[in-house]
């Protein structure tokens, strides 16, 4: 079993950065790919992006594209997600995730195929 706690949520100008964090706790020693999703209002919850467990494959979508980073320090269980260029639809609420074994879920971006979620951190971006 794991827990996840996400991290770094916050209002920035459109253009800026922030750096969530999630970290992990439990049975760390497995297997787990982790997986970055949001969830706008009114919107349904999509992938942004993934990293496997070795650190070795990462996936974006499409829309974060070579602004948003996924990393992990497996010392630390902690995955983080770096965002820049930040646009006013990036606003969401951010969630990461947990995939236990080696599979499709979070490296497609399917929601409904991971095992563990955190609670979520908001990210707002205005001016």
């Known amino acids: 079993q794991l827990q996840l706690v996400e991290s770094g949520g916050g209002l920035v100008q459109p253009g800026g950065s922030l750096r969530l964090s999630c970290a992990v706790s439990?049975?760390?020693?497995?297997?787990?790919?982790i997986g970055w999703f949001r969830q706008a209002p009114g919107k349904e919850r999509e992938g942004v992006s993934c990293?496997?467990?070795?650190?070795?494959?990462?996936n974006y979508a499409d829309s974060v594209k070579g602004r948003f980073t996924i990393s992990r320090d497996n010392a630390k269980n902690t995955v983080y997600l770096q965002m820049n260029s930040l646009k006013p639809e990036d606003t969401a609420v951010y969630y990461c995730?947990?995939?236990?074994?080696?599979?499709?879920?979070?490296?497609?971006?399917?929601?409904?195929?991971?095992?563990?979620w955190g609670k979520g951190t908001l990210v707002t971006v205005s001016s």
């Open positions: 995730a947990a995939e236990t074994s080696y599979g499709s879920s979070c490296i497609f971006g399917y929601a409904s195929g991971m095992d563990y």
């Open positions: 439990g049975f760390t020693s497995g297997y787990y790919d």
């Open positions: 990293i496997r467990s070795s650190g070795g494959e990462t």
